[in-house]
């Protein structure tokens, strides 16, 4: 079966620290994966996206994500947090039908 | 461009209640997605469109969900007799691509109707 997990459904971080969101997928063949963030109230918005090719994607808003087979891994990153990346965070996977995690809540700390 | 609106944001229902709720997609866009998110939760699929043609409904709850896209753009959410458990916020999403199967283009998401049933 198709999945994906988030770790963690809350992070805390403060304000210019790394940022760091795990997402582990299941899935039998190399999925598509991707993150989305949803503000308060707004639907999702695309970061970023694997597909092929290079393992380590940059999206916007200097977030990016390091795609790991033997990990079965697509973490997200961001070197320093700014108060207005505190936001709802979706991993998701294309091998069927899109599938969504859960959800992970980014807290940003002044 | 425009992006993909719904309409309306925010719905009340009185259990019992029949609703209906609009998803606009992108012009040109072939796939639409509605999916449920639970308060705290992800998006759930319910149903995907390819131009009018409904390929799957397996995410629908009950029979009491029904989509449509008669004309390949403009989709309907309904909900009959709505229940307490269908409170929750309702995304439509487009996207250019087939959508089954091998399609890598993201999707596009309005910003939800909020259904809260009473």
């Known amino acids: 079966a198709q999945s994906v997990t988030q770790l963690g459904s809350h992070v805390s971080v403060s304000e210019g620290a790394l940022v760091l969101l795990r997402c582990n997928y299941s899935?039998?063949?190399?999925?598509?994966l991707f993150w989305y963030v949803q503000y308060p109230n707004q639907g999702l918005q695309l970061l970023l996206k694997?597909?092929?090719?290079?393992?380590l994607v940059k999206g916007i808003n200097g977030f990016e994500a390091e795609f790991k087979k033997s990990e079965t891994s697509f973490h997200l990153t961001k070197p320093s947090a700014h108060m207005s990346d505190a936001a709802e965070y979706f991993c998701?996977?294309?091998?069927?039908?899109?599938?969504f995690g859960r959800g992970t809540s980014l807290i940003v700390h002044p | 461009g425009a992006g993909v609106s719904q309409s309306p944001r925010y719905k009340v229902a009185k259990r019992g209640q029949d609703v209906a709720l609009r998803c606009d997609p992108i012009s040109g866009h072939v796939s639409l997605f509605w999916y449920q998110q639970a308060l705290g939760q992800g998006p759930e699929f319910l149903t995907y469109?390819?131009?009018?043609?409904?390929?799957?409904k397996s995410g629908l709850p009950s029979d009491r969900f029904f989509a449509e896209r008669p004309e390949g753009s403009v989709s309907t959410l309904k909900i009959q007799r709505t229940q307490q458990e269908d409170s929750a916020v309702y995304l439509c999403?487009?996207?250019?691509?087939?959508?089954?199967?091998?399609?890598?283009?993201?999707?596009?998401f309005g910003n939800g109707t909020r259904l809260t049933v009473t």
């Open positions: 998701a996977m294309r091998s069927y039908i899109p599938t």
């Open positions: 999403a487009s996207s250019a691509g087939t959508g089954h199967g091998w399609d890598n283009s993201p999707l596009h």
């Open positions: 694997y597909t092929t090719g290079a393992t």
């Open positions: 899935s039998s063949v190399p999925p598509y």
């Open positions: 469109f390819q131009n009018e043609a409904q390929l799957d």
